[in-house]
């Protein structure tokens, strides 16, 4: 399986810890954002990574390279200015295939696996939904009790940024920007949207104070040195 990061956006939340470096090259607990992502892909054992790319998108590939630092190989997907979530995914289809991949907002922190979520089967998405955090406390879907997820509805969850996805959710869309949200919901009306309530860590990693709050936690954990 193939897993795509998503890591063109302007990082505007981020200011000014973004004005000269793109969001996913942050650090935290000693290491950039995106790396904590790519080491987590690896040890899932996903060798081919498409990241897509658009601010400051030189500064990252130069960071990372092939991927061949972290046991994989990277495919670059250029924007030449962000194209939301569904166009980025939608312009790297060519690079990602035919075939589901998982999907990874690169701005958030999460200890879920891969292969935490079963194979899709005749759904278009599988998403891993979180109990809402502070900053969002009305969620986003609605996750019944056969694991199926709904536009409406409650109790509801808040999307963490994670999902295994088939292509053909974006596949007939014209390559311009757009959100992915909206086809999501067009799914989940047609019953083919399945959910995961993952009660692990997750930070939604997209202002500086929780940033920081991550980077306290987590090397915390790793104890001294």
């Given at each position: 399986m193939k897993a795509m990061i998503l890591a063109a956006g302007l990082g505007k939340r981020m200011r000014p810890l973004t004005?000269?470096?793109?969001?996913?090259?942050?650090?935290?607990?000693?290491?950039?954002?995106?790396?904590?992502?790519?080491?987590?892909?690896?040890?899932a054992g996903i060798r081919d990574v498409v990241i897509n790319v658009s601010y400051r998108a030189e500064q990252i590939v130069e960071a990372l390279g092939d991927g061949r630092d972290f046991g994989m190989t990277i495919a670059w997907s250029r924007e030449e200015t962000p194209l939301e979530t569904g166009g980025?995914?939608?312009?790297?289809?060519?690079?990602?295939?035919?075939?589901?991949?998982?999907?990874?907002?690169?701005d958030v922190w999460c200890d879920i696996a891969p292969d935490a979520l079963p194979p899709l089967g005749d759904d278009l998405a599988n998403l891993v939904l979180v109990d809402n955090p502070d900053h969002h406390p009305n969620g986003d879907f609605y996750l019944d009790t056969a694991g199926r997820v709904h536009p409406?509805?409650?109790?509801?969850?808040?999307?963490?940024?994670?999902a295994l996805l088939d292509p053909a959710l974006?596949?007939?869309?014209?390559?311009?920007?757009?959100?992915l949200a909206p086809l999501l919901r067009a799914a989940m009306e047609r019953g083919r949207v399945a959910g995961h309530h993952h009660r692990g860590a997750w930070v939604d990693v997209g202002t500086p104070a929780r940033l920081e709050s991550l980077d306290r936690t987590l090397r915390a954990a790793s104890g001294p040195g």
């Open positions: 004005d000269h470096c793109p969001k996913p090259l942050l650090p935290v607990a000693g290491k950039p954002l995106i790396v904590h992502h790519l080491e987590r892909l690896a040890a980025g995914v939608r312009r790297a289809l060519p690079l990602l295939g035919e075939a589901p991949f998982w999907l990874v907002n690169g409406t509805g409650a109790p509801r969850l808040t999307y963490g940024g994670l974006v596949a007939e869309q014209a390559d311009d920007a757009f959100a």
